[in-house]
């Protein structure tokens, strides 16, 4: 079994491993640049899980930034029925695309 780790970033935990390609909320960094992450859930070398309460001491996860862009549109539409009351809204997430470079 190989390394992993579960990072927390724009409010969401997710699973890596090292050299996995992840879209995340986005990131002040820019294109090429290597980011350090040390908000770490948990991390497991493959024989061994150590989880954090709420974060894992001395653990670091580095991307390398790939670029940014704008995830899907999600629409909310509200209506009152009889009143002609009709109102949408539309939002897309601004998102930064990383690859895992290390688990540390």
């Not at 724009?10 to 002040?28: C, F, H, M, S, T």
Request: aromatic residues 2%; hydrophobic residues 40%; proline residues 2%.
């Amino acid at each position: 079994m190989e390394a992993y780790a579960v990072i927390a970033t724009g409010g969401k935990q997710l699973l890596v491993k090292a050299g996995d390609r992840v879209e995340i909320e986005k990131l002040p960094a820019e294109a090429g640049t290597d980011v350090v992450l040390d908000t770490v859930c948990a991390i497991s070398d493959g024989t061994t899980l150590k989880v954090g309460a709420p974060y894992v001491e001395g653990a670091k996860v580095t991307l390398t930034i790939d670029g940014n862009k704008r995830g899907e549109k999600v629409v909310n539409f509200k209506a009152k029925r009889r009143k002609g009351s009709r109102r949408l809204v539309g939002h897309r997430q601004e998102i930064t695309v990383a690859t895992v470079k290390a688990i540390a």
